[in-house]
């Protein structure tokens, strides 16, 4: 299958499963069922190869009563993020009585960082309106038909997983303008933005680094603690334009920022996640609307 083709075959199938949901979810609710399922679904197929070893060194060092196992978990893992849970997605589905319960579980055992990424799409609401409206299961033998697609990082690279999940926020952005009054607010883009930098600092998404900026103060409410864009960039705000010129940064996640006189000419794609209209739009999309003289030269 051409790199095109199994693209889009990827996408095709995930968006039939956001089909599942229609008449049970609002279309401002597909993105928060899709995406941690399809997170989900991925980082169980990158750990399975080590689940074996995970356990063991699980059992080994609690024997040993070491309570700062996360180091030595890892490096079992191969990445940064384990599970230490019996379940694996496959074997949640041999349970359809005790799948919610054990869903739970299985996510309870992935390491905090991956823990922290799950309760920020509330998955566990996820888990509990799909029960309610019969679609667990289903929804989740859906994501296990391996002969339609293989999510494993063997078959699919980290850059085309990054592009299937820019393609289906693009496609559900898409899906949520033509149904008014169902869009993110301000405040949970920013907060988005914290869980995105999380996942590029610490799982599979890209080998590059993200960089964001902001003007509010957004606070944790389960420990209190307060994101800024300094805090989270670890310089000041006002070098975020020159740091991003380094070779190790290529996304650039922002909020009402770097809208005028941001002329980067790394800046090759954007997804918008937000609606757009008159002189706001013109400079952010203005932003993409620029020559340099690299590519002058490119066009001869």
Request: charged fraction near 25%; glycine fraction near 4%.
């Amino acid at each position: 299958m051409t790199e095109p083709a199994k693209f889009n075959n990827v996408v095709s199938f995930l968006w039939a499963i956001a089909d599942l949901l229609n008449g049970a979810f609002q279309k401002s609710e597909f993105q928060k069922i899709i995406l941690p399922f399809t997170v989900l679904r991925r980082l169980d197929y990158a750990l399975e190869a080590t689940k074996a070893k995970v356990l063991e060194t699980e059992r080994t060092l609690k024997q040993k009563g070491l309570e700062n196992r996360h180091g030595q978990l890892c490096r079992a893992a191969g990445y940064v993020f384990y599970n230490t849970s019996q379940f694996n997605y496959e074997s949640l589905l041999h349970d359809d009585a005790n799948l919610s319960l054990n869903l739970r579980q299985y996510v309870m055992g992935f390491s905090p960082n991956v823990r922290e990424i799950f309760a920020a799409f509330h998955f566990d609401d996820a888990i509990r309106d799909l029960e309610r409206a019969g679609l667990l299961y289903l929804l989740m033998e859906r994501f296990n038909e391996k002969s339609k697609v293989d999510l494993r990082p063997a078959s699919m690279s980290n850059h085309e997983m990054g592009c299937v999940f820019e393609h289906l926020l693009r496609k559900f952005n898409e899906a949520l303008n033509q149904n008014p009054g169902e869009h993110f607010t301000p405040r949970e883009v920013i907060r988005l933005m914290v869980d995105l930098v999380l996942m590029f600092d610490t799982d599979l998404a890209s080998p590059y680094k993200a960089l964001v900026a902001f003007t509010d103060v957004v606070k944790d409410a389960k420990d209190g603690q307060e994101y800024t864009e300094a805090k989270m960039n670890g310089f000041p705000e006002a070098a975020t334009g020159d740091r991003f010129e380094g070779d190790e940064y290529r996304f650039l996640i922002v909020a009402s920022k770097f809208q005028t006189g941001f002329d980067q000419p790394k800046l090759e794609a954007m997804v918008v996640d937000k609606k757009l209209s008159g002189v706001a739009c013109v400079q952010t999309l203005s932003r993409l609307n620029r020559t340099t003289e690299e590519s002058m030269k490119d066009e001869g």
